[in-house]
């Protein structure tokens, strides 16, 4: 049940993330930066970022790595009270290329992790209802039949359950040995109140083509958002409300972690109750410091008072927005144009 203390819970896996250095394969580095990534966590962090109470709960090894999870995400702000640590599984790694190679590099190592043995059994539902919103996403529902029924029991109907907010997050990868295909996101999904999908996933995993056609299929959610790739997002809002803003142009430095931030601008603008031109407008400006950071999350994120003052202007400045690497530094760094 919301405990009036915390903004948004997220619920789901964190793993350690290594990637070379510079431009080398994963086959010729010899040395590896250390970060850290999950889908849920990433949302976690951003919201915290700009001044939300945010909690993580997960699990990960008692390993150094579980150890530097914890540690990473407190120093992020978030609450990890929650949090448990295994001592018969390991934390998940997994290793990337930088976006800047023709074709990136992605390697998972997460089979038997911690992260997988979660389920309705080592999981307070109470801890994961404490907040004014719960944060899930579909990654979760492939790692094993046990997370596939927590999410499924965290997105039940009940006295005290918070606002249920889904990423679909599609991942092929995931879903060859997933206990069910990923038409389950879709029953997830509309058990949602809040749904993130893009048109490229929902045509993957169910078929469909087109926002229309999306919603269509996902009538239940109170609020449902369409990502058309990097050109625009669409949200279906109470009340037949249809409403679309373009994303603005962005130099990429890497595409991972985008989808995340951009979940996290949109609660961000909805737990400050704002029109919903803008919550699209503060999901692609966080998807854009993400997209022009290295990491797995915004590094830097931009201030909220930065944010504020682009997601304000004009149609027209808006949509000649130019957002490089840099930009989230402040209102004059060198990356930020307006044509």
Not at 103 to 122: E, K, N
Not at 139 to 167: E, K, Q
Not at 215 to 223: K, S
Request: hydrophobic share 45%.
């Amino acid at each position: 049940m919301a405990d009036g203390g915390t903004d948004v819970t997220c619920v789901g896996e964190t793993m350690i993330a290594l990637r070379p250095p510079g431009r080398d394969g994963l086959g010729e580095a010899s040395s590896f930066l250390r970060g850290v990534g999950g889908a849920e966590s990433n949302v976690a962090c951003a919201l915290a970022a700009w001044g939300h109470r945010t909690r993580w709960i997960g699990r990960v090894g008692t390993d150094g790595f579980g150890t530097h999870v914890l540690d990473t995400l407190a120093a992020h702000g978030v609450d990890t009270s929650a949090a448990r640590r295994d001592a018969h599984r390991p934390t998940g790694v997994y290793f990337r290329t930088s976006a800047e190679r023709a074709a990136a590099q992605v390697a998972y190592y997460r089979a038997g992790s911690a992260a997988s043995a979660l389920s309705p059994d080592l999981l307070d539902r109470a801890d994961a209802w404490s907040g004014r919103i719960l944060h899930l996403s579909g990654v979760t529902a492939a790692l094993s039949a046990g997370c596939l029924a927590l999410l499924r029991d965290l997105t039940a109907p009940g006295p005290g359950r918070p606002a249920i907010s889904f990423d679909v997050n599609y991942r092929p990868g995931l879903w060859h040995a997933a206990p069910e295909g990923p038409a389950v996101l879709l029953e997830l999904a509309r058990r949602s109140d809040i749904v993130f999908v893009g048109e490229d996933e929902a045509e993957a995993a169910w078929g469909l083509r087109g926002a229309a056609a999306i919603r269509a299929a996902l009538p239940e959610p109170g609020v449902l958002v369409v990502k058309r790739a990097a050109r625009e997002a669409i949200a279906y809002a109470p009340g037949g409300l249809v409403v679309a803003e373009p994303a603005p142009a962005v130099e990429l430095v890497a595409p991972v972690g985008a989808g995340d931030a951009f979940a996290a601008g949109f609660l961000s603008a909805t737990l400050r109750r704002l029109p919903f031109p803008a919550r699209l407008r503060y999901g692609h400006l966080l998807a854009a410091a993400a997209l022009t950071s290295p990491g797995d999350l915004p590094d830097p994120a931009p201030a909220r008072a930065h944010a504020d003052r682009l997601a304000a202007l004009g149609p027209a400045a808006w949509g000649t927005l130019r957002l490089g690497p840099g930009w989230a530094e402040g209102p004059n760094a060198p990356e930020e144009r307006t044509a």
